[in-house]
């Protein structure tokens, strides 16, 4: 616990969270807006035009666990990128810093400084996504008052929130990982931003390209990128055509699990001088 307290004192003793929550707080603002004017186009808007191969979806989208689980969820997209760069910060401000030889001095077994790494990240994880929920529970319910659909609290939308807590808390046990593979905290946060911007969007249009010409099945390969398969978390309801949301929270771990393992590996083995 010490260890892990240490690493917690290091990141409250700079800047970086409070310059990534005040980066946070507009994205999450213009991502509620457009949730609201998404929500509101599925409850009040003309959808006489949908594509009967779409009409599934957009149904089970426009049901108020749906609705209610995208605007608890809001801002899930940039949150996860927040909280995997506080990861990479929580590995790569000791070598930014050049306290990393002090630390190892310090606390010798380099599994343990890796473990506390990892559970200060998750924490902090976690913490971005209690304020960000409580911000999305006011503000969600306000939304959704003003396009005239009734907040659900059904199980559905709790096991969404739920998952967006596994998602904040596993995005930052990868953000280690980076850190780890990349050590230059400009170099890692550079790599992870272009990563995951430009994976998520390039797998979008791949992925709706393939699936147009060779079916639904290929909604599929949305597993194999980390962001994606977030977004499939916290749907309020599996939505036809695409996998289903304990599918994508599996696949997630998997690479946190990795992420983990094979960032403490690396940093068992690798020189620090």
């Known amino acids: 616990m010490n260890l892990v307290r240490s690493e917690l004192l290091k990141i409250r003793t700079t800047s970086t969270w409070w310059i990534l929550a005040l980066i946070y707080l ?35 989208v426009s049901q108020p666990d749906s609705l209610t689980a995208n605007l608890f ?4 997209f940039m949150g996860l990128m927040m909280v995997m760069l506080l990861g990479i910060i929580v590995v790569t401000s000791e070598f930014f810093h050049q306290t990393v030889t002090t630390t190892f001095l310090t606390a010798p077994h380099r599994s343990a400084v890796m473990l506390a790494k990892l559970v200060a990240a998750a924490g902090l994880g976690l913490l971005f996504w ?4 409580a911000a ?16 659900s609290y059904g199980s559905a939308v709790w096991e969404a929130v739920g998952l967006n807590g596994l998602a904040y808390l596993l995005w930052a046990i990868l953000g280690v990982g980076l850190g780890v593979l990349i050590r230059s905290q400009i170099g890692a946060t550079v790599t992870g931003i272009l990563l995951y911007l430009g994976g998520s969007i390039g797998a979008v249009i791949i ?19 980390p962001s994606l398969a977030s977004s499939l978390m916290v749907a309020g309801t599996d939505i036809p055509g695409n996998p289903p949301r304990w599918a994508g929270a599996a696949v997630l771990i998997g690479y946190a699990v990795v992420a983990g393992v094979v960032g403490t590996l690396m940093v068992r083995r690798r020189d620090i001088s």
Do not use: C
């Open 130 to 133: 209690l304020v960000t929920t």
């Open 136 to 151: 999305n529970l006011l503000a969600g319910s306000a939304v959704l008052g003003g396009i005239g659909v009734e907040t």
């Open 26 to 60: 507009p994205l999450w603002g213009i991502t509620l807006f457009f949730n609201y004017v998404q929500s509101d186009q599925l409850v009040n808007g003309d959808l006489s035009q949908v594509p009967a191969d779409q009409t599934d979806a957009i149904e089970a």
């Open 207 to 225: 992925i709706s390209t393939l699936a147009a010409r060779f079916g639904d099945w290929i909604n599929n390969l949305q597993l194999a990128v």
């Open 73 to 76: 969820t809001n801002g899930q």
